[in-house]
């Protein structure tokens, strides 16, 4: 209770709207509980024994492998692309950029699901893209192909806005005064532009890699087979009950709460006001 005091008062310092603050650390305490108690509940729904048997299952270490390898190519791939879009969203005013920003944000309001099958229509074997890749090789129905496309589909808003973002907050004039002194464009963007703007990058790079590890519907329609970690909590939910999914669903949480941890303290560490 002295603590929640405590915490009741550092809303109060100025002295002003104290019992409006009071009201809003009760609905945020509400919101922490709709969001938490899920989380909690079904960390300690199951025992150490089980959780630890989850790692001489086989088919479960592969699909962690698999599910964390398709989502780093998926981090890869779009960041070859989606680095420069947002460098150029970020410093350059040309007609479209409005819309070419929502474009960029589509993925996240498409359900997932819907994404699938659009992706199935694109990539699939008789797809425009499906066929052209098919040439060379690549085969994206059913394979780790398809997805790592799911996944870049949808987590590529994350690493394009948050880019964009750090871009965005790079004086300018330091970028012009390095032109001035002689240094290329890819210089200034390698020595300059990077360095300052690497956090904002990691962050989305982080988020998207985050997205796509927990990503289910738009990698179930175009590549149920191999199985990523999502698909298999379902899989074992409808073919074995609540039980038999339980341990692969806490690991989910672990590393998400993991990621989350390790971005917020380590990796992206904000200075406190």
Same mark, same amino acid.
């Not at 989850?54 to 088919?59: M, Q």
């Not at 592969?62 to 970020?90: E, H, Q």
């Given at each position: 209770?002295?603590?929640?005091?405590?915490?009741?008062?550092?809303?109060?310092?100025?002295?002003?709207?104290?019992?409006?603050?009071?009201?809003?650390? *009760?609905?945020?305490?509400?919101?922490?509980?709709?969001?938490?108690?899920?989380? *909690?509940?079904?960390?300690?729904?199951?025992?150490?024994?089980?959780?630890?048997?989850?790692?001489?299952?086989?088919?479960?270490?592969?699909?962690?492998?698999?599910?964390?390898?398709?989502?780093?190519?998926?981090?890869?791939?779009?960041?070859?692309?989606?680095?420069?879009?947002?460098?150029?969203?970020?410093?350059?005013?040309?007609?479209?950029?409005?819309?070419?920003?929502?474009?960029?944000?589509?993925?996240?309001?498409?359900?997932?699901?819907?994404?699938?099958?659009?992706?199935?229509?694109?990539?699939?074997?008789?797809? *425009?893209?499906?066929?052209?890749?098919?040439?060379?090789?690549?085969?994206?129905?059913?394979?780790?192909?398809?997805?790592?496309?799911?996944?870049?589909?949808?987590?590529?808003?994350?690493?394009?806005?948050?880019?964009?973002?750090?871009?965005?907050?790079?004086?300018?004039?330091?970028?012009?005064?390095?032109?001035?002194?002689?240094?290329?464009?890819?210089?200034?963007?390698?020595?300059?532009?990077?360095?300052?703007?690497?956090?904002?990058?990691?962050?989305?790079?982080?988020?998207?890699?985050?997205?796509?590890?927990?990503?289910?519907?738009?990698?179930?329609?175009?590549?149920?087979?191999?199985?990523?970690?999502?698909?298999?909590?379902?899989?074992?939910?409808?073919?074995?009950?609540?039980?038999?999914?339980?341990?692969?669903?806490?690991?989910?949480?672990?590393?998400?709460?993991?990621?989350?941890?390790?971005?917020?303290?380590?990796?992206?560490?904000?200075?406190?006001?």
């Amino acid at each position: 209770m002295d603590k929640l005091i405590s915490f009741v008062k550092i809303f109060e310092v100025k002295k002003t709207g104290g019992k409006l603050n009071i009201i809003f650390i *009760i609905l945020m305490v509400l919101l922490l509980l709709f969001i938490l108690t899920p989380l *909690i509940g079904t960390i300690f729904s199951i025992s150490i024994k089980d959780f630890i048997s989850l790692w001489v299952d086989p088919e479960v270490i592969n699909s962690i492998r698999r599910t964390f390898w398709a989502a780093f190519l998926a981090v890869f791939f779009c960041g070859l692309v989606g680095i420069p879009t947002a460098y150029l969203l970020a410093r350059f005013a040309f007609p479209g950029r409005g819309v070419l920003q929502a474009f960029v944000n589509i993925p996240l309001v498409i359900p997932h699901t819907a994404a699938g099958v659009a992706l199935l229509l694109v990539f699939g074997r008789y797809g *425009i893209f499906g066929k052209f890749f098919q040439q060379v090789g690549i085969v994206f129905t059913d394979r780790l192909a398809g997805v790592v496309v799911a996944m870049a589909f949808v987590g590529v808003p994350f690493l394009v806005n948050a880019s964009r973002q750090a871009f965005a907050s790079i004086d300018i004039d330091l970028e012009s005064a390095a032109r001035v002194d002689g240094a290329s464009g890819w210089q200034v963007f390698r020595w300059i532009t990077l360095p300052l703007a690497w956090r904002g990058i990691l962050n989305g790079a982080v988020m998207m890699w985050a997205r796509g590890v927990s990503e289910f519907g738009a990698v179930a329609i175009i590549a149920y087979h191999p199985k990523i970690v999502p698909v298999l909590v379902f899989e074992r939910f409808q073919g074995f009950g609540l039980k038999a999914a339980l341990p692969v669903t806490v690991f989910l949480i672990l590393a998400a709460v993991l990621v989350f941890i390790l971005l917020s303290t380590v990796l992206l560490p904000r200075e406190e006001n």
